[in-house]
């Protein structure tokens, strides 16, 4: 099946419009959905990654407060987003900002360490944003970031089960949709949450797996992520330049 860039477009839309349309509870306070309001990076992005088939997906569970939710890209660290993609476009402000997580999009000064840590050894690794397109696509299972009265983030999986299935059943919908559009020769879950999720949606016969989440909050990740994922990719047969 022959797919388009506009094809992602309009499952972006759908989605957009999907989890616009769902209501979240205390504790959360504070919803950003950077499909709406990043929506011109979002698509730059796209325009860059391409929809050629047959490559490996990495999935990432939702964005972080100083990646995707500035940039509407995935594991979106500004300086890989701007001067490494070389990706341009407006971000405008989510429906309700909250205070001490503003959005600046591409000036925003603040550093997203998973996504540090993810482009930057995809560009140590592949040299150039084209090269290493040519073998990887990088995707987030749900569209939101979800904060508490504090700013602390709360991931999608901590939601009340009343507001997580109506989540799921949306990015399930669109997920699965997108990755039978890529054709992927292998789905990654960059942590054991999208790990599980890609098991439920990848195509039927392409393998599924999982490496080390870059998070901060992982001590083995901190120990050097680096080296921990490539060993868990070569382990899966993902050959590395």
Not at 78 to 89: H, K
Not at 93 to 109: F, I, N, Q, W
Not at 207 to 212: A, I, T
């Amino acid at each position: 099946m022959q797919t388009t860039i506009d094809d992602h477009f309009a499952l972006s839309d759908r989605l957009c419009a999907a989890v616009d349309a769902l209501s979240f509870g205390p504790p959360v306070t504070h919803v950003y959905n950077p499909l709406a309001y990043a929506r011109s990076l979002h698509e730059a992005y796209w325009r860059r990654l391409g929809a050629a088939q047959g490559r490996v997906v990495l999935l990432g569970m939702n964005p972080g407060p100083w990646g995707m939710a500035q940039t509407g890209v995935p594991f979106g660290e500004i300086g890989a987003v701007r001067d490494w993609m070389g990706l341009e476009g407006e971000v405008g402000e989510p429906a309700s900002p909250h205070p001490k997580r503003p959005v600046a999009g591409l000036a925003c000064p603040r550093s997203e360490v998973s996504g540090r840590r993810l482009w930057g050894w995809a560009a140590e690794r592949f040299g150039t944003a084209d090269e290493f397109f040519r073998h990887f696509v990088v995707l987030n299972y749900c569209p939101l970031s979800f904060m508490e009265a504090s700013g602390r983030n709360r991931t999608p999986d901590k939601l009340p089960r009343s507001e997580r299935e109506p989540l799921f059943s949306a990015c399930d919908e669109v997920l699965a949709e997108r990755l039978e559009l890529l054709a992927p020769s292998r789905v990654i879950g960059v942590g054991a949450f999208a790990e599980r999720q890609a098991r439920r949606l990848a195509p039927s016969g392409v393998p599924v797996g999982r490496v080390l989440h870059p998070s901060p909050a992982s001590p083995r990740a901190n120990r050097g992520w680096v080296a921990a994922a490539e060993a868990d990719l070569l382990a899966q047969g993902v050959r590395l330049p």
